[in-house]
C-alpha cells in the first residue's frame, strides 16, 4: 500500500479532498498541521508568529514521526502537508528520500499536487482572514495580495517539479478531486 501525500497551496483543498480520498479508498487521513499542533500544543500559526525556522523545524519533526510510523510501512495512508512545505528545504528532502519523482519505484509515496489559481487561493485565503480576523502571518506585509502572488507562482513551479501527478482542483468539490486521484494511484 502507499502513501498518498497531497501537497499545494494554503487552500487548495488539500484537507477536504484528503477526508473524500480516505473514504474512498477506505484509508486513513493525516493533516500535517494537524499533527504538528497535537505535537507541539501550539498552532502552525502561531508557531509561524514565534519565527519561520521554529515553524519549520515542528513541522521537519512532525513530518519524521509520521514517516517512521508504522502507518505509513502498514495502512492505505492520505497525507495533508502544509501550504509552505515547498520551502522547507528539510522536510523536502525527506519527502524526496521517501518517495515522490525521484524514488517513485519503491512505491511507498505518491506526491499530488492539488492546483488552483493564484486568485482562487487569494479568495479563500481572505474568506478564512475574515472569519479569523487576521491573514496568515506570511503575508503580514505591505501589500498582502501581491506577497501572496509571488509566493504562489514560486511555489507552485516547484510543486509541479516534485509531484507525481498535478491534479486540477479548481472549482471542484472534494469528491471530485479524491475521484481523479483514485484513478491515477
Known amino acids: 500500500m502507499r502513501t498518498i501525500f497531497l501537497i499545494g497551496p494554503k487552500h487548495s483543498g488539500k484537507t477536504s479532498a484528503g477526508k473524500a480520498l480516505a473514504g474512498h479508498r477506505c484509508g ?28 519549520k523545524k515542528a513541522e521537519t519533526e512532525a513530518l519524521t514521526a509520521l514517516l517512521h510510523s508504522e502507518n505509513v510501512n502498514n495502512a492505505m495512508l492520505i497525507v495533508a502537508g502544509g501550504g509552505g512545505l515547498i520551502d522547507n ?20 509515496f505518491f506526491l499530488v499536487y492539488l ?22 502571518p506570511f503575508l503580514n506585509t505591505g501589500n498582502p495580495e501581491e506577497t501572496h502572488r509571488a509566493l504562489h507562482e514560486r511555489r507552485a513551479a516547484a510543486y509541479k517539479a516534485l509531484a507525481d501527478i498535478v491534479i486540477n ?3 471542484k468539490r472534494p469528491s471530485e478531486i479524491a475521484g481523479e486521484i483514485a484513478e491515477q494511484c
Request: without cysteine; charged residues 35%; glycine residues 10%.
Open 28 to 55: 486513513s487521513f493525516i493533516d500535517l498541521d494537524e499533527m504538528i499542533e497535537t505535537r507541539t500544543g501550539k498552532s502552525p500559526r502561531t508557531l509561524y508568529k514565534e519565527g519561520p525556522e521554529i515553524f
Open 89 to 108: 528545504s528539510e522536510a523536502l528532502a525527506l519527502l524526496g528520500a521517501a518517495g515522490g519523482k525521484r524514488s517513485s519505484a519503491e512505491g511507498k
Open 115 to 136: 492546483e488552483v489559481s493564484a486568485e482562487t487561493a487569494w479568495k479563500r485565503i481572505k474568506e478564512a482572514a475574515e472569519k479569523s480576523g487576521e491573514l496568515p
Open 169 to 171: 482542483a479548481e472549482n
